[in-house]
């Protein structure tokens, strides 16, 4: 039986983990951690889904439910996901990383864990993005050199960081396929005069509104005729699910390091 604490628990992605953990077999919630300032601190991790009593009283104490037979799935903040990181660590236990948002400095630091404990980190979770990050690297290497490419997402409103971590995730999976690095190609933003495209470059453009849950679309235009590969999420559930499989994969006695979903799903 593989046991999991869900970080960040009170949040809509920790309740989306709470509640694909309870619908898997072979796993078992046994800790959910919030902020020291959450009402739901101290009250039964049940109330965050609905599910009445699961026995679980919810903690800010992260420390006191580690051990290294446990897997921590972290979706919160980058300065938040270093800490449980750490902690993790120092307790041998294996983490699964959704967070978004490092900057290069925190990205380093987080991959420097990469010798002390097993650990998955991805921009997303979801099957079909991961899928569809294989058939992005396909479209790259056959008309990436001869297309204007665009990566265009959307997202609700309450999300914190653009572009998402998976529009960068697209990104960095066209940049490579043409043997780029993607921050030396990758237009941000446009605003005024831009002047004519610069060819070999990637744009992305980014939406905030309502309850969009993600989408992304990657635009391979040329002359005469567009391919668009895109991908469109309706439910959290797709990318909990996700990061519970991802979980119980670490839990195969996984060596220390840092792997990918895409390790996860085998490609």
């Known amino acids: 039986m593989q046991k999991i604490i869900v970080t960040g628990a009170d949040g809509r992605m920790g309740r989306a983990l709470i509640e694909a953990i309870l619908d898997t077999e072979n796993v078992q919630l046994i800790g959910a951690v919030v902020k020291s300032d959450s009402p739901y601190l101290a009250k ?143 237009v941000f933003s446009r605003e005024g005069i831009t002047g004519e495209r610069e060819n070999g470059t990637i744009g992305f453009s980014t939406i905030r509104g309502g309850d969009i849950v993600g989408e992304h679309t990657v635009m391979f235009a040329s002359e005469g005729e567009r391919v668009e590969i895109n991908h469109k999420a309706s439910s959290r559930q797709t990318f909990a699910r996700g990061a519970v499989r991802a979980a119980t994969w670490l839990g195969q006695d996984k060596a220390r390091g840092l792997y990918s979903m895409e390790d996860v799903l085998g490609f």
């Open 44 to 186: 039964d991790a049940g109330e965050l889904v609905g599910q009445g009593s699961l026995g679980i009283k919810i903690t800010d104490n992260l420390e006191a439910l580690l051990s290294s037979d446990v897997t921590v799935i972290d979706f919160t903040v980058p300065a938040a996901t270093l800490q449980h990181l750490a902690l993790a660590a120092a307790a041998s236990a294996k983490m699964v990383i959704g967070t978004t948002g490092f900057n290069e400095e925190q990205l380093a630091q987080l991959q420097s864990y990469q010798d002390k404990l097993p650990m998955v980190f991805a921009g997303n979770y979801s099957v079909g993005v991961n899928l569809t990050l294989q058939l992005l690297r396909m479209a790259a290497k056959i008309i990436g050199q001869s297309s204007d490419i665009e990566v265009i997402e959307a997202h609700h409103k309450h999300k914190v960081d653009a572009p998402s971590g998976t529009a960068l995730m697209m990104g960095e999976a066209v940049a490579g396929a043409m043997n780029k690095e993607l921050k030396e190609c990758a």
